[in-house]
Each structure stands twice: as C-alpha cells, then as structure tokens.
C-alpha cells in the first residue's frame, strides 16, 4: 500500500535556527513529490513541487530515490513560516495520499 | 487564479440529518476531490471525480456520496450525519494533462455534528 510519513507532528525552533521537516514515502513507481503548506486561517496551498527544483519562501526539498524520502529545510526560520506543512506524493494521477502533516513553530 | 469555493464555512448538524457539502471551481479542471482533514491523521481522500457523473472511492468513503453533475461542481453528501463525521472538510480541483498539477483547495467547512 502506498504510505506517506512524516514523523514529527510538532516541530519548534526558534527564529534564525534551520529547520527540515521529513517526509517518507512507500510508493511504488516514481511519484512527483509536492509539499504543502497551511498557514493560520488560510487554505491549504501548494509550496513546492519536486519537479520544479525550486526554492519557494527560502525553502527547498530534495527527493533521495535511494531512501524514499523528500525532506524539506529552509537554513534560517522566520515566524512567519509558523504553518501546517504536508508532503505528499502523486502518482500519476492516480493516487491522492497526504503525510500526517507537521505543526512547525518558529518561535520569536 | 484559481477559484475553489464551498458552500458554507461552518456548519451544525444533528445526528441523522442530511447533510449536502458544496464545491465549485471557476477553472475547467477535470480532477475534483473532497477531503476530511483531522488533527494527527492529515488529510484523507474520502471520493474523486475525474469527470462528469464519474467518481472514485477514496480511502475513507462509507458513509458519504457524492455528485457531479456538472464539470465545474462537485457535491458530497452525508446520508445520514453521525458525531464521528464531525471534521474540517476540504475541497480540491486539479487539471490534468501534461505532467503533473498541483491540487487547489477551497477554505474547507467545518462541520459538527451534534
């Protein structure tokens, strides 16, 4: 069956200090991987996307093939990024499976 | 931009009632989703729709319909609402064609039921 994990529901820092957010995945197949983010009182929306080898608001993911994993890190934390952020993996359009999500909290 | 809309942001319902949970997406996408969304288990996919009066079980279906008579609208239905259904509800839209796409989501509906 296709799993998503992320093993920290909760996770604080404070201002300025790194932060990566895990995320692994059982997935047969090779999935695109996204991460979302949710802040306070807004709608779930997407952060990043693997594909794009991007980096959005500071932050980057880097999928390993070899450990199944799509951890996400940003190197210096701000308040603002205080959020719900949930991985999840895509296969094709076939499957529609979120992690658990991770509370991070950045503290002042 | 993208627009996904749902009915109401808050809702109360007694055990038993119907409830009808609506949303609409303003961008011709193919893909429609609804989602239950608790603390600790994440989002769940309860029924997709990848088209017109076409549906999918998700993980998580019983107790729940759905409807989508037109491309733009997808409607769940809670038959008969029971306490443990109680739960923020999410709506997405996603294209499909080249590649992959981003889910978009609505601003969800909280539902209680009492």
């Known amino acids: 069956a296709q799993r998503v994990t992320q093993p920290e529901k909760l996770l604080s820092v404070f201002k300025g200090a790194p932060v990566e957010l895990k995320c692994n995945y059982s997935?047969?197949?090779?999935?695109?991987l996204f991460w979302y983010v949710q802040y306070s009182r807004q709608r779930l929306q997407l952060l990043l996307r693997?594909?794009s080898r991007e980096s959005i608001k500071g932050f980057t993911a880097d999928l390993n093939k070899g450990e199944t994993s799509f951890h996400l890190k940003k190197p210096f934390a701000q308040e603002e990024d205080s959020a719900m952020y949930y991985c999840?993996?895509?296969?094709?359009?076939?499957?529609?499976?979120f992690g658990p999500g991770t509370r991070l909290s950045v503290l002042p | 931009d993208v627009k996904v809309t749902q009915s109401s942001r808050y809702l109360v319902k007694r055990t038993g009632e119907k409830v009808f949970l609506e949303c609409v997406q303003d961008m011709d996408h193919e893909n429609m989703f609804w989602y239950r969304q608790d603390p600790g288990l994440g989002l769940r996919l309860i029924y997709f729709s990848y088209d017109v009066k076409m549906k999918e079980k998700g993980d998580i279906p019983e107790g729940y319909s759905v409807s989508r008579e037109k491309k733009e609208r997808f409607s769940l239905i809670l038959e008969s609402a029971s306490t443990n259904q109680t739960s923020m509800y999410l709506c997405?839209?996603?294209?499909?064609?080249?590649?992959?796409?981003?889910?978009?989501f609505g601003p969800g509906t909280r539902l209680t039921v009492t």
């Open positions: 997405a839209s996603q294209p499909v064609g080249d590649g992959k796409h981003e889910q978009y």
């Open positions: 693997h594909i």
């Open positions: 999840a993996p895509d296969n094709y359009g076939q499957n529609f499976v």
């Open positions: 997935y047969s197949g090779s999935p695109e």
